[in-house]
Each structure stands twice: as structure tokens, then as C-alpha cells.
């Protein structure tokens, strides 16, 4: 117990805002399973109804057939002892010994061989109890957690669905690690509450209702006597769980420094081998790392004394009930006008040895509750975000097109002040190839982003064919459109199935002849399995260009009639370089293309380049015309292409201050 | 030769690790002994509970007696007190003190209760108190060492790797210190001795309740063992959930671009339905087993109950005995169920104990020799020795044979391609490797006779990665030197080309540095680190000259920084600018760990066509690229 305080103690706290609502949309993930949460509801407190037996029948075999046999130890077998209050077995008086007893009604003076029948017949209903309540609560942990475990699915299956819906803007804006963390971390703490927290909280809260309502309707004097130490035990445990929280929160805190260090020195632990810092960083560690220890050792200090503390009021309140049941007994079974009898003493031993347990789960558990509304909460904010605009009622596949794409006045804006395209203006004619340059931050992307409809503009339209893009389904408007982008990602899988991912029904033929159109084929037969090749994470083991290669393999088997290219920047080596551009010049003949440009060779051989400055196009036609107009156009080019310029206009001696690191 | 000592290794290997790491505890021994004595106190307090109970429940039985008897009419008060073997009159002293009896019965509970968890207390206190301080000394011992190895072994080790062993690693290793190594004590002096305590009071009932506990000792065994791969395969799953949310929003825009959401969500539903399965798998298995381990122990309860409550008919027992009899039984239980944990913990800290004393105990393969003298300062000549260098024993050399005098002041440019051996060579000279064979000299002095401090504060290391500390731009820039002055960070600032760039930071040379120099750009960085090194007034540079991606004005100004920093030095330049080629004194040219070429430009341009086709494809850059 006290080791699973740690554990929940040191956690992350965290309130949640709007507790009723949450609540209200988790029910919804359990209500197609209510049938099934109201036969747990059975089990529940069927086996807590059993639990508060138990103890009773046990009072009763004291009472009923044991008693009676402790005391004739005094007073030999033949002689009754009417007159003992609380264990004689004397039905005709007006005691109420018996008053406990209602599984049998034992004869006054049974023999020993009756008295043991009975006190058989009772323990084995006691096994049975036992019994019963093991195949309760086993049948109740698995129909809750069955429950849980497929709630959780419906939800994991909903925030995934939802991450597609949401538009690229979303992730502009977001994190994928946040929406990560929201999937794995909150995912998890409620996992953790549905499994077992909230069926801990649940049944420990009707345990104690219950015992405590046996108590007083068996006797309320004695009851409220014995149950002095109850309201102490959740102060206890509510202020040292506060205390612990609290100190755990510093030591959390000192463990991050310490686990920075640690990164800090480790990663750069050349640069300190280098300077000689070893004993300066040694000495601060040192100095992180006690820090560190002190802080734990004082959360400890709350933690380790909850436990203690509240099994010293367990026995305090065994010592109560004890001193006073032995009283009233002496005092001729009489407690405050109530009977008490011995049998009702261990009963009640038996009851408040039932409460510590239940109480500390509560007061410790219920900080985990508290942490899965908060995580509900972020869930819900995640399903709660605007998704990505549907397909309009009525929209039409878009045929097969041609290929021409006209931008009429387009206006687009991820924020609504501030629009990141102000009128633009394209004509891009089947087959021809519309370079786009610009610096950082012109709407170069998001100029590409509304073809395929990633992204939706605020005024003006896009059309391919005539077709406006709004007007036609996303999937077959993205089926014609083949997009290159830097970051090149490679899922973990074979090579075969990444470059089949546009069209899982390629055959092999169609894959490697894709391939060699990429100039992939080379390096993937030298690969150690080569198609069938599983890529690591990210396509992790290969090289940067041969990603790209892997990338332009498949777009070209899907063949689109447009393409978008997000030249990389990122330097591969001269061979490398020259493979992706002779493969790209394969991949982009015949086909209309958008080319955010990088490669000079690549802007000499576009049909059109567009200048784009602030959202506009400042400066349009072919690069030999653009140059010649001196006017933005050139100062970039200037600063971006200066070497290959000074050598076209033959100035050798430039070659000394030549520096071929890439400028970008 | 480490690794083939590792392969030898007896199997006990893992267990002798755990008790090196449990010798930790004797540097506490006062925090140990305090914390193995609350424990005894405390253990022995748990024992002594059923008893307490016993005498209040017979205490009570005793006095009701007492009393029903007195009651009696006079004649049979006689014959019931002679039956018993009592006097009355002792009988009726007892029931007079029957009140007192039970208020110290209730009061001996009381000041027991406070005893108890006061010990307790301090028992669970010490032992978290000795393992945060084991575990403090731990990671000290690992970080320290950790610092001082050398280049090859964090060549060989991932920066991950060693985090987790000295946060997770150290951490399980603690938990078992903490409550593993008590618990185990506590479990075992609450068994044996609750056995013998039943087997003292009541031999025949204890034979009931004996077969028991093999029955379910073998059961927690067997959960133990069976619960752990089935959580195992569950966090597999979870891991492959995992992976595919992940890659479907690293890959999001390649998804949207394939229109392939249909198929990214049944591949998301088959791994969720898997993990699915597998946590029903677990559920079933526990819900079965739980109920069934409580079921267990609670027909020894009602065994207790029958075969005592017919002894206690039968006259050979009183009902206190049988209450504490069914108190004990639990106490057996317990601790049953806590070895079953032990060993899980155990296991799992014997291999985080391994990995911990792995690194400990891993060979540094640079260090300073015993009777190595501290290097005077000195003029910047260095001289290789006919050097050949592998990085493991077995492996291919690198270098072959290398040869070279650097005069005072004098530049040597070093050229060639991945692999051809440039790293290598200027690793060498600071000792960051030592070398195979030959020899590596400054001012005379082999390298491996000196200090290591000594020979490296006299050398400057300006690398192409630059890393920066999350500490102030002073600091980093101070990085080698925490002694030096404002004024002299400042100068060196200056002759770097950074103080003015740092200047227009609102906290100037206070701004902070954020993690590996996030708010700094990379030639920003770059002219912080050429400051760094300058500070440290070196007589021997080394530098790797290529500059990250910065815009001309930037990359002519590092330029410049570098000229100054090389003035006057020895230096050694791993070259990628042309400039720097031309006034080099010496120029390198390597290839596969051997000098193929050596002379100045014009020397080079016309006696080494290797070096021709290096200056034309690799200085001169090729059009194509940009």
C-alpha cells in the first residue's frame, strides 16, 4: 500500500475546468455497454454486501455456539447460566443474546455434537460467502475492465480519425508531440482510472457507507463510539497526501536539473574533454544530484508517515471498541440504554479493522481520478477542434484532366486578419512548369497547399480543368495530384511498400520501374534485402538523397497529370545531386508543375516564374526576361546564385572568394 | 579485449552486480543500522498485535464470567466456583478489577499503536533516506565517470543509452533498496516467526491451516512469473499504437497527398484491436487469479473458524486464542504475497545493476599515466611519429604511418575525403584517442607522459558542431576559463566578431543560451565558440573551418575571425575554403589514413593530381551545386 502512495503521490496533479462535461462525454463512449456496467453495479454490491457478512456471521458463531461453550468452561456442561448477559445461551430471558443469531436459533443447552452441526452449517455458509464473493469480484474486474478496455478503444479510434479530418492548418499551429502526448499520456491516466481507480474509489466508498450504516443499526452508541477515528483518518491522510503532493512537486522539479545536466554533459562531453571541465561539472552535478535527493527525502518524509499513522488509528479504534464493549458488558451488557453483547465485539473488532484499507485508496486514488477528468478534458479539446472543410453535398469526382490550372484572385489566410496570399493570379497551361521563388515567409507553400485542397481560400478560386477545386470530392482531386516534399517521409515499412503507398495494387514490375525512373533502382538492389528491405523509423538507414529518391519513385508510380515539388535544401553529395535532378526531369516532363525552386537549373527551365513577395506576385515571366528587368527578381538571384553568376559572366578571379556552402 | 572479458563472465554475473550495489548501503552504516532496528522493532510490534487482541478479548471473557458467576444464586455460585477450581473471593477481587484490567488492556493498545507506527515510520523514513543517498552517490560515481571517459567510448555509446542508466537504472535500483531489501527481511521474520508463534500456542490447529501454504506460495510463484510476459507483449502493443499515431502525423501531409486515410485507419484499428485483445488477455488472467489467491487465504480463515470452534467446544481453547489464531493466519499471507513482489523487484534491479556497474567499471582507455608530469607552457611544435591509429583492436587502421613536424606558428591544412583519415589526425594531438603505434609529440613531450589537463589547456578547439551550454553567452564564452575577467571576455568577443552581435541582446552577454544554443544562429553560435577557444590563449588551434549555412556578410566576418584566431599559433585546419589552402604552410592531402601528397598550392597544383582533382571538385565547387 504505502509503496503505491509513492507511486500516485509523485504524480503530476492537474485540475480539470469542467468536470460535468467531461463526465457527460465519457458516458457516451459507455452507454452501448450500460447493460453490461449494470450487471457490475450487481456484482459490486453483491460482493460488498458479502463482506459486511462475513464479519457478522463470524459475531454470530461467538454468540450462537461458541459463547455458550467459553463460558461453560466455567461452569461445566449440565448447568445453564441464564444470567450472563451477552453469551448465555438463555432464550427464555429477557436478554437478547440471541438477537444477533438469525442463520439458526441454536437450543438453549445443545449438546456439543449439535452445537458443532450448527456452527458447521454456518462456516459453510461462510465458504460459501467466501466463494461467492471471489467469483463477484473476479466476474466484476473483468466485466469492468472488458468495458474500459473497449471504451478506450472507441475512443483512441475516434482521436485518430479526427487527426485526419483536421486540416494541415491545425498542425501549423499545434505541435504533433502535443497531440501525441494528449493520445499516449492522457490516454493513459484514464486507461489507469477506468481499470482500477475508479472501481477501487467506487467500491471502497460502499464498503465503508455500508459497515458504518451495519454499525449503527446494529447499535448506535457503540457504533458512534467505535467510529471516533474514522474522520480522523481521512484528515490524516488528506493532509499528508497534500504535503506529500506538494514536496513531490519540488523534487519533480530538481530531478528535471538533474536530468539536464546529465543530457547537457553527456551529449557535449567532447567539448568538456576538450576544455577540461570535467571537475567544474562534476562539482555542479553534484550539487543537482543533492538537491535532488533532499527534496525526494522530504516528500518521503510525508509519505512514509500516512501508512503508520493510519494503521496506529486502526488499532486505536480496536482499543476503543475493546474498552468500551468490555465496560458495557460489565456493566450488565448495557451501552447508553443499548445491549452489547461479546459476540457484537468481534464483530465490531472485525468492522473497523475493514476501514483503513478503503480510506487510504479513496483519499490517494482519488488524485488519479481527478488527473483522467483533466485528461478527458484535453481528449475532448483535441475532438473539439474544427475539422478540415468536407467535401461539399453533391460534390463530383473530377475527371481525368489535363492539366490546367488557373488561380483567379486568391486570397487565403491562416488567421483571418492577416491573409498570406492577397490576389494571387496563375495560368498554368497542361504540361507547362511554374517555378516559384521567394524569400522565407511569401506564401510559397501555401500557394501549393491549395491546389490539393490542404488548405482553402479565403476568396477567389482554384480550378483544374475548370473544375473548381471546392466543387469536386477531395480523394479524386488528391489522386491526380503528385506531391514532393522536403521532409521526405519514409514510413517503416519495406521499400517495396513505401513506394507502393500511393497505389497499394502496383505490381512489381510497376514498382521497379518507378524505381529506375527515380535512379533509385542502384542503391536499392544493393540494399541487404533489397525491395523487401524494412526501412527503420522514418526511413532511418538511408541517406538523405536516397530518400528523395525513394519519394520521387512514388509519385511517379501514381502517375498524377499535376505536380508539386518542395525542392530540399538540405546538401547531399555532387553524385546524389546530380541522380535526384536527372530523376526529377524525368518525373516533371509532360506533366504541369509547381515548383517552390531552390536549383538554379530548375528556374532556368520553367515555363513561368513567379516572384512572390508578402503574399503577391511582384514579378512574372522566364528567368532570362526577369534578369534582364533588374529588378527583385535579380537582387535575389544576386544574393542567392552570386557565384554562378560571376562565373557566367566570366569573372575567374571570383573563384577565390567562392564559398560552396549553400546560402539558403 | 573488454568485450571478451564480458563474454566470459560466469553467469552469477548479474547477481554479484546487485551485491556490489547493496555494498552501497555500508557507507551509511548509521542510517542502515537505524533503519534494520526500526524494522525489528516494528516486525516485532506486528507480532505482538493478535496477542494484544487476545488478552483483551479473554479479559472481557474473563470478567463476564466473573460477573455471571457472582450473580448466581449462592448455592450454585459454590458449585460452579468449585467445578472451575476458583475461590470466590478471588473471583470477586477479579470483577472488582475487571474495569482497571480492561482500561489497561486499552491503554497498552493505545501507547503500543503510537510505538508501533512511530517505528514504522522511522523504519519506511531511514530506508528512503538510505536509498535517495545510495542513489545520489550512484549517479555521482556514474557521471563523474561518464565525464572522464574517453572519445572511444562515447564513440561506442549513445548519449540515450547512458541517460537511462543513470536516471531509470539507478532509479529501479533504488526502489529495490528501498522496499525490496527491507521488505524481504520484514517478509521473512514475519513468517517464520508467526509460525512459530502458531505452532508454540496450538500445534494440532496450526496442522490445519499447513498445507496451505505451499499451495499458495506456489500460486504467487507461478502469478509472478506468469503476469510478467503478458505485460510485456501489452506495452509491445501499446508501442506499435504508438508508432503508427506517430508516423501517420510525422507523415500526415504524405497521407493527405495519397488520399490513403482509409488505410492509415485500418491499420490504426488492427493494432488497436490487438492491444485490445491482449489487455482482455491480461484481465482474464487476473481476474481469475486475484479472487482466487483471496479465496485461498480465506478458507484458511474458515478452517481456523471450524476446527477452532471445535476445540474451543471441546474446552482446549479459549475464544481469544482462536481470534488471535485467525489474526496470525494473516500475517502469513502477507508476506507471501510480498515475496512475490521481491522477486519481481529483484530481478529487475539485478539487470538495472548490471548496466550501472557496466559503465563503472568500463576501462578508460585515456588517462593521465601515474608519474605523468604537467605540461610548462609551451612554444605550439608538434610532431607524429611515424602514427598508425585503429579505433578497436581488431579493427582496420585509419591512419598508416603518418608523419609530420609543425614548427611554432606554422599552419597545416589537412584535405581529403570522408574517411580518409582528417578527424582522426587532429583527435590525436589533444589526446582525445591515444595512438596505436608511433608516437605524438608537443615540444618534444610524448603526449601520453603529460597531464592530460595540462596538454589540453594549451590547445583551442574550434569543431564544426558547435555546441553551446544553456548557461549566459559569458559563460559559455568562459567556458574553459571560469576564472577570466569581464575584460577579457569581452576582448575575446571582440577578435571574434561576436561582441557586437551580442551587444544588441537586450541582457548582452548575460542572454541565455538555450538548450544546445537554440536562440543563437548557427553563425552566431560558431563566432561564440571561435571566442571560447581564443580565451584560452592557445598555442595549438585546431579547427574545423567549414561554416554552417550563414549569409555572406556573416561568412566573411568568421572568416576574419578565424585569420586572427590562427595568427601566431600552430594550427591545424581540417581545410574547406580556399583561402585558407593558400597561406597554409603545409598542406596534407590524405586518403584512406595515408598522406598521399604533401607541399604548398603550387607545390600541390602541379606535382599531385589527386590534390588537382580535390581543389577543382571540392574548393572550386562544382556548378550544378549551389
Not at chain 1, 456484482?43 to 461453550?69: E, H, K, N, R
Not at chain 2, 516494528?42 to 460477573?67: F, H, K, M, R, Y
Amino acid at each position: 500500500m504505502f509503496h503505491q502512495n509513492e507511486r500516485i503521490l509523485g504524480q503530476e496533479t492537474r485540475q480539470a475546468r469542467n468536470v460535468g462535461d467531461t463526465l457527460r462525454r465519457f458516458w457516451h463512449y459507455f452507454r452501448r455497454y450500460r447493460l453490461i456496467l449494470l450487471l457490475v453495479t450487481v456484482f459490486v454490491v453483491g460482493s460488498t454486501y458479502m463482506q459486511v457478512l462475513i464479519p457478522d456471521l463470524t459475531g454470530q458463531a461467538v454468540d450462537c455456539y461458541l459463547g455458550p461453550y467459553a463460558a461453560q468452561q466455567f461452569g461445566g456442561g449440565d448447568m445453564p447460566f441464564e444470567g450472563i448477559p451477552g453469551m448465555a445461551a438463555g432464550a427464555a430471558e429477557e436478554t437478547n443474546a440471541f438477537s444477533n443469531c438469525w442463520y439458526t436459533q441454536p437450543e438453549s443447552g445443545a449438546s456439543a455434537e449439535a452445537t458443532i452441526a450448527g456452527l458447521g452449517g454456518l462456516i459453510l455458509l461462510i465458504v460459501g460467502l467466501y466463494v461467492g464473493s471471489a467469483i463477484f469480484s473476479g466476474l466484476q474486474f473483468y466485466l469492468m475492465q472488458w468495458v474500459g478496455n473497449y471504451a478506450l478503444r472507441d475512443l483512441r479510434a475516434d482521436v485518430f480519425a479526427h487527426v485526419h479530418r483536421l486540416s494541415l492548418g491545425y498542425f501549423t499551429r499545434h505541435e504533433a508531440g502535443d497531440v501525441m502526448s494528449r493520445f499516449t499520456n492522457d490516454v493513459d491516466t484514464v486507461q489507469q482510472v477506468m481499470n482500477f481507480a475508479l472501481m477501487q474509489v467506487l467500491q471502497g466508498g460502499l464498503l465503508i457507507g455500508w459497515v458504518v450504516v451495519t454499525m449503527l443499526r446494529k447499535n448506535v452508541p457503540f457504533a458512534l463510539v467505535s467510529l471516533v477515528t474514522l474522520p480522523l483518518m481521512f484528515v490524516a491522510t488528506r493532509w499528508f497526501s497534500a504535503k506529500a503532493r506538494q514536496a513531490f512537486r519540488v523534487a519533480r522539479e530538481e530531478i528535471g536539473d538533474v536530468n539536464a545536466d546529465l543530457q547537457e554533459s553527456i551529449s557535449a562531453v567532447r567539448e568538456v574533454q576538450a576544455f577540461s571541465r570535467e571537475d567544474e561539472n562534476i562539482e555542479q552535478f553534484r550539487a543537482s544530484n543533492a538537491a535532488n535527493r533532499d527534496a525526494n527525502i522530504r516528500a518521503q518524509l510525508f509519505t512514509s508517515a500516512l501508512a503508520p499513522s493510519l494503521e496506529a488509528l486502526s488499532y486505536v479504534s480496536l482499543a476503543i471498541v475493546s474498552v468500551v464493549g468490555g465496560l458495557a458488558i460489565l456493566s450488565q451488557g448495557q451501552l447508553l440504554g443499548s445491549a452489547v453483547s461479546l459476540g457484537l465485539i468481534i464483530t465490531f473488532i472485525g468492522y473497523t479493522q475493514q476501514f483503513n484499507r478503503p480510506v487510504q485508496q479513496i483519499s490517494v486514488l482519488w488524485t488519479n481520478i481527478q488527473n483522467a477528468i483533466a485528461g478527458g478534458e484535453r481528449i475532448f479539446g483535441l475532438l473539439d477542434e474544427e475539422p478540415e472543410l468536407h467535401d461539399k453535398p453533391g460534390a463530383i469526382a473530377l475527371p481525368p484532366v489535363e492539366g490546367h490550372v488557373v488561380y483567379n484572385d486568391v486570397w487565403s489566410a491562416y488567421n483571418p486578419d492577416e491573409p498570406v496570399l492577397r490576389g494571387v493570379n496563375i495560368d498554368a497551361q497542361p504540361g507547362q512548369m511554374v517555378a516559384i521563388v521567394g524569400p522565407t515567409g511569401a506564401g510559397k507553400t501555401t500557394i501549393i497547399n491549395l491546389l490539393p485542397r490542404f488548405w482553402e481560400v479565403t476568396d477567389g478560386a482554384v480550378t483544374i480543368d475548370g473544375y473548381d477545386v471546392r466543387d469536386v470530392t477531395r480523394e479524386s482531386l488528391r489522386e491526380q495530384i503528385g506531391i514532393v516534399l522536403q521532409d521526405t517521409f519514409l514510413f517503416s515499412a519495406s521499400v517495396a511498400d513505401n513506394i507502393r503507398y500511393g497505389r497499394p495494387d502496383a505490381t512489381d514490375e510497376e514498382v521497379r520501374a518507378a524505381a529506375e525512373l527515380a535512379q533509385a533502382a542502384d542503391f536499392i538492389e544493393l540494399l541487404p534485402d533489397g525491395y523487401d528491405t524494412v526501412l527503420g523509423e522514418r526511413g532511418g538507414g538511408l541517406s538523405q538523397g536516397q530518400r528523395q529518391l525513394l519519394s520521387i519513385a512514388r509519385v511517379a508510380l501514381t502517375d498524377p497529370r499535376i505536380l508539386i515539388l518542395d525542392e530540399a535544401t538540405s546538401s547531399v553529395d555532387t553524385r546524389t545531386e546530380r541522380k535526384i535532378q536527372a530523376a526529377l526531369d524525368k518525373l516533371l516532363s509532360g506533366r504541369t508543375s509547381f515548383v517552390i525552386a531552390h536549383r538554379l537549373s530548375t528556374i532556368r527551365n520553367a515555363d513561368q516564374v513567379l516572384v512572390l513577395d508578402e503574399g503577391q506576385i511582384i514579378e512574372r515571366g522566364t528567368h532570362r526576361g526577369l534578369l534582364e528587368k533588374r529588378g527583385f527578381y535579380y537582387d535575389l538571384y544576386m544574393s542567392q546564385f552570386r557565384r554562378e553568376v560571376d562565373e557566367e559572366e566570366g569573372e575567374e578571379e571570383a573563384a577565390a572568394d567562392a564559398f560552396f556552402v549553400p546560402t539558403d | 579485449m573488454q568485450a571478451s572479458a564480458r563474454r566470459n563472465r560466469p553467469e552469477g554475473g548479474s547477481g554479484r552486480a546487485l551485491g556490489r550495489a547493496i555494498q552501497y548501503v555500508g557507507r551509511y552504516p548509521k542510517v542502515a543500522l537505524v533503519a534494520a532496528l526500526a524494522l525489528l522493532v516494528a516486525t516485532g510490534a506486528q507480532l505482538a498485535v493478535p496477542q494484544l487482541i487476545e488478552n483483551i478479548i479473554d479479559t472481557i471473557v474473563t470478567s463476564a464470567t466473573n460477573q455471571a458467576i457472582l450473580e448466581l444464586p449462592e448455592a450454585v455460585q459454590q458449585l460452579a466456583a468449585q467445578r472451575l477450581g476458583l475461590d470466590l473471593a478471588n473471583m470477586q477481587i477479579d470483577l472488582d478489577n475487571a474495569p482497571r484490567a480492561l482500561w489497561i488492556a486499552g491503554l497498552t493498545v493505545a501507547v503500543f499503536a503510537i510505538a508501533r507506527g512511530g517505528f514504522t515510520f522511522l523504519q519506511m523514513y531511514m530506508s528512503q533516506v538510505l536509498s535517495q543517498n545510495i542513489a545520489f552517490e550512484l549517479r555521482n560515481d556514474l557521471f563523474a565517470k561518464i565525464q572522464r571517459l574517453s572519445f572511444s567510448y562515447h564513440d561506442r555509446n549513445r548519449t540515450g543509452q547512458l541517460m537511462i542508466r543513470a536516471t531509470d537504472d539507478v532509479e529501479r535500483l533504488r526502489v529495490f533498496l528501498a522496499q525490496g531489501l527491507l521488505m524481504a527481511l520484514q517478509a521473512l521474520i514475519l513468517l517464520t516467526g508467526t509460525l512459530a508463534i502458531l505452532l508454540l500456542t496450538n500445534f494440532r490447529l496450526t496442522l490445519v491451516i499447513l498445507p496451505i501454504l505451499p499451495l499458495a506460495f506456489i500460486l504467487f510463484m507461478f502469478f509472478g512469473g506468469f503476469a510478467r510476459p503478458l505485460f510485456r507483449e501489452v506495452q509491445k502493443r501499446l508501442g506499435r499504437v504508438n508508432t503508427v499515431l506517430q508516423e501517420n502525423l510525422a507523415g500526415l501531409t504524405v497521407i493527405k497527398a495519397f488520399t490513403t486515410e482509409p488505410r492509415e485507419k485500418a491499420r490504426f484499428g488492427e493494432s488497436i484491436d490487438d492491444l485490445l485483445g491482449q489487455q482482455l488477455r491480461v484481465a482474464r488472467v487476473f481476474s481469475f487469479l486475484f479472487p482466487f489467491i483471496f479465496l485461498i487465504a480465506n478458507l484458511g480463515q474458515a478452517a481456523i473458524l471450524y476446527f477452532g470452534g471445535k476445540q474451543i467446544v471441546g474446552g482446549t481453547l479459549t475464544l481469544g486464542e482462536w481470534q488471535k489464531f485467525s489474526l496470525y493466519l494473516i500475517y502469513v499471507f502477507i508476506p507471501m504475497g510480498q515475496l512475490g513482489f521481491i522477486i519481481s523487484l529483484m530481478a529487475q534491479a539485478s539487470a538495472s545493476a548490471e548496466r550501472v556497474f557496466e559503465i563503472l567499471d568500463a576501462e578508460n582507455e585515456v588517462q593521465t599515466r601515474p608519474g605523468a608530469v604537467a605540461l610548462d607552457e609551451i612554444e605550439g611544435r608538434v610532431e607524429f611519429d611515424n602514427v598508425s591509429f585503429r579505433y578497436f583492436a581488431h579493427g582496420e587502421y585509419v591512419l598508416h604511418d603518418i608523419n609530420l613536424v609543425a614548427e611554432p606558428g606554422e599552419t597545416v591544412a589537412l584535405l581529403g575525403g570522408t574517411g580518409s583519415g582528417k578527424t582522426t589526425i587532429i583527435n590525436l594531438i589533444p589526446r582525445f584517442y591515444d595512438v596505436t603505434e608511433g608516437r605524438v609529440l608537443v615540444d618534444g613531450h610524448d603526449v601520453r607522459d603529460v597531464t592530460l589537463e595540462s596538454l589540453r589547456e594549451q590547445i583551442g578547439i574550434v569543431l564544426q558542431e558547435t555546441t553551446l551550454f544553456s548557461d549566459t553567452i559569458r559563460n559559455n564564452i568562459a567556458f574553459g576559463r571560469p576564472e577570466a575577467t569581464d575584460e577579457e571576455i569581452i576582448a575575446a568577443a571582440r577578435a571574434a566578431a561576436a561582441h557586437d552581435f551580442i551587444m544588441e541582446f537586450p541582457q548582452g552577454y548575460d542572454t541565455p543560451v538555450g538548450e544546445r544554443g537554440s536562440t543563437l544562429s548557427g553563425g552566431q553560435k560558431q563566432r561564440v565558440a571561435i571566442a571560447r577557444a581564443l580565451l584560452l590563449q592557445p598555442q595549438i588551434l585546431i579547427l574545423d573551418d567549414s561554416t554552417s549555412s550563414v549569409d555572406l556578410q556573416t561568412e566573411y566576418e568568421i572568416q576574419q575571425a578565424l585569420d586572427r584566431l590562427m595568427e601566431g599559433r600552430t594550427s591545424f585546419v581540417i581545410a574547406q575554403r580556399i583561402s585558407t589552402v593558400l597561406n597554409a604552410d603545409q598542406i596534407l592531402v590524405l586518403d584512406k589514413g595515408e598522406v598521399v601528397a604533401r607541399g604548398v598550392h603550387e607545390e600541390l597544383m602541379e606535382t599531385s593530381p589527386i590534390y588537382a582533382e580535390i581543389y577543382h571538385s571540392q574548393l572550386a565547387e562544382d556548378v550544378e551545386l549551389t
